[in-house]
């Protein structure tokens, strides 16, 4: 079990003693009256798993300024993290995409008080990975779409020289954002080669994948290779290569770029998204006080020490010069 799944297990111990307190008095006075504040009570969250660990960092570092403050996250694939706001079975959810017309329409219309409000708290990056001994560092966008769609199934394919045989790609979870960005943003209106793609239900997964084989190509959000440790944000998890990605066909070092924080906020690295936080909640309470803590300078700091690049905090860029 990992430290996350510990903490949330005894968290969700703790929340159900309160939860069920909750039902037996709102059951016996026959209407329940909600006594969160901004900053106490209990509440339950979504999160695109992408983004499990920033969420548990905002999460805990909240509940440790807020003694009184319990949140319960779920960690979900971004269909299920909508479809449960959508249904009204949670109220706040962190996605990588913000709510499309129809559904802020589809909330208000199954309950006329819930006004959706998005905050973008982040600029987040789509990472390509591959083993560290594995030769090639640079992709352009055209020929990744090839290797999406099933058109290049070799390393050879890419690169003549490479020593390597069939591309084995692997992501998160099937119905992932990173799948759907992949599918849309990069794939256009071409099928993706589904029985060539192998799900591994999460991101940590495809990263240790990716470190034990050599021919591995993973698809990952940046927070999770991202080295917490630099304080300059200009290096990765050692123990991978990162692939520079170019808009041009074929890719040169000149025209790719890898996913720092400087190239997501410039908007040069190509495979980059905004982050949204989505709430349906009324104002005033705790998932509303939650909200305003990750748009604050605190909450933003833990966005951009994950490698991302924070919506509402000012950076500083720098100009780099990298060989590949």
């Known amino acids: 079990m990992t430290a996350m799944n510990r903490i949330t297990a005894n968290r969700i111990a703790a929340i159900t003693c309160l939860l069920l307190l909750v039902v037996v008095v709102g059951c016996r006075r026959k209407k329940i009256t909600r006594t969160d504040t901004p900053t106490s009570g209990v509440a339950v969250l979504v999160s695109d798993g992408c983004y499990g660990n920033i969420t548990q960092e905002e999460i805990d570092v909240f509940e440790a300024l807020n003694q009184k403050a319990f949140l319960l996250p779920i960690y979900t694939s971004e269909k299920e993290a909508v479809d449960l706001l959508l249904n009204d079975s949670v109220r706040l959810a962190i996605?990588?995409?913000?709510?499309?017309?129809?559904?802020?329409?589809?909330?208000?219309?199954?309950?006329?008080?819930?006004?959706?409000?998005?905050?973008?708290?982040?600029?987040?990056?789509?990472?390509?990975?591959?083993?560290?001994?594995?030769?090639?560092?640079?992709?352009?966008?055209?020929?990744?779409?090839?290797?999406?769609?099933?058109?290049?199934?070799?390393?050879?394919?890419?690169?003549?020289?490479?020593?390597?045989?069939?591309?084995?790609?692997?992501?998160?979870?099937?119905?992932?954002?990173?799948?759907?960005?992949?599918?849309?943003?990069?794939?256009?209106?071409?099928?993706?080669?589904?029985?060539?793609?192998?799900?591994?239900?999460?991101?940590?997964?495809?990263?240790?994948?990716?470190?034990?084989?050599p021919s591995a190509l993973g698809i990952i959000g940046v927070n999770w290779i991202s080295n917490p440790h630099d304080s300059t944000q200009l290096s990765f998890n050692s123990r991978i290569r990162v692939m520079a990605v170019s808009r041009a066909h074929p890719a040169t070092a000149a025209s790719s770029y890898k996913p720092y924080p400087a190239y997501l906020y410039l908007r040069s690295y190509p495979l980059t998204r905004d982050v949204y936080l989505v709430l349906t909640d009324l104002r005033g309470t705790l998932l509303s006080g939650f909200t305003h803590f990750v748009a604050s300078d605190r909450g933003q700091r833990i966005i951009l020490k994950s490698g991302l690049v924070p919506a509402t905090k000012p950076i500083r860029t720098v100009q780099l010069k990298e060989h590949f």
């Open 95 to 213: 996605l990588a995409r913000d709510l499309t017309e129809a559904e802020k329409q589809s909330i208000k219309a199954r309950n006329r008080q819930l006004v959706p409000r998005s905050q973008k708290i982040g600029v987040d990056g789509i990472a390509i990975i591959v083993h560290k001994n594995n030769p090639d560092s640079l992709i352009s966008l055209e020929a990744l779409k090839k290797v999406m769609t099933g058109e290049v199934s070799t390393w050879r394919q890419l690169n003549p020289s490479s020593p390597l045989g069939e591309i084995l790609v692997v992501f998160d979870h099937p119905t992932s954002s990173t799948v759907y960005f992949i599918s849309d943003s990069v794939c256009g209106s071409e099928p993706l080669a589904t029985d060539r793609l192998h799900a591994l239900n999460n991101n940590q997964a495809v990263l240790d994948y990716v470190i034990q084989t």
